[in-house]
């Protein structure tokens, strides 16, 4: 079972306590996951995916991805990899555009 989430790194209420280290957001995103499904974990492989705004990964999102995207690769050609973080990037590229366009549209 895999949840996955993206964390403002810039919001107003956490800005202080995320800007202490890169990563921040997004592990305590995953620690917060894991306390939500605790009772799943009994029975399932439990995976939190958190990517902050700024692209950085959760401390066990990045070793889960390489060993994910490792699946992937076709022998030979380790492409896979590379573009399932190019993947991710230009989907949280895409949603800070987004929410950037809502604010101005408003």
Not at 7 to 24: L, P, W
Not at 42 to 60: C, D, L, M, R, W
Request: contains cysteine.
């Amino acid at each position: 079972m895999c949840d996955a989430t993206a964390v403002d790194t810039f919001a107003q209420g956490h800005y202080k306590d995320y800007a202490r280290q890169a990563g921040f957001a997004a592990t305590k995103a995953e620690v917060a996951k894991r306390q939500k499904y605790h009772d799943l974990q009994s029975n399932y492989h439990f995976q939190p995916v958190a990517i902050e705004t700024t692209g950085v990964y959760g401390k066990s999102t990045a070793p889960f991805l390489s060993g994910f995207s490792k699946k992937l690769d076709v022998p030979g050609d380790t492409r896979e990899h590379q573009w399932l973080h190019q993947r991710l990037s230009l989907a949280v590229a895409r949603g800070n555009a987004a929410s950037i366009l809502a604010c101005v549209q408003v």
